[in-house]
């Protein structure tokens, strides 16, 4: 994933309804009309939704029958943790740091 979608990946998750989205699609694959019956939007907010996630490359569909299935789409959940990861470690050697500055006699 590139740098462009990375941050579009992390602005698609600021939403607390695209992020109710991709919990429920973390459980099974879904179609619109399913997410749109346990959230407080319409089906035709919850299609944008889907459009900004699937932009951004956090869900892939496919057609069955005449619907669309959602589904997480692990390489851009893998590219999200992954920067998470970094920025944990990065967060946790300077904290290491820290605890052993205190640990150095004045």
């Given at each position: 994933m590139s740098t462009y979608q990375d941050a579009d990946a992390w602005v698609a998750m600021a939403d607390r309804t695209r992020r109710s989205i991709v919990e429920r699609l973390a459980h099974r694959p879904m179609a619109v009309g399913e997410l749109a019956a346990d959230l407080p939007?319409?089906?035709p907010?919850?299609?944008q939704h889907l459009?900004?996630?699937?932009r951004a490359g956090l869900v892939c569909d496919r057609a069955e029958?005449?619907?669309r299935v959602y589904q997480l789409e692990p390489a851009g959940l893998a590219a999200m943790r992954d920067e998470l990861d970094r920025f944990w470690l990065r967060a946790l050697d300077g904290f290491k740091e820290l605890v052993e500055d205190e640990g150095d006699p004045p």
């Open positions: 939007v319409s089906r907010a919850v299609s459009k900004v996630l699937k029958g005449t619907r």
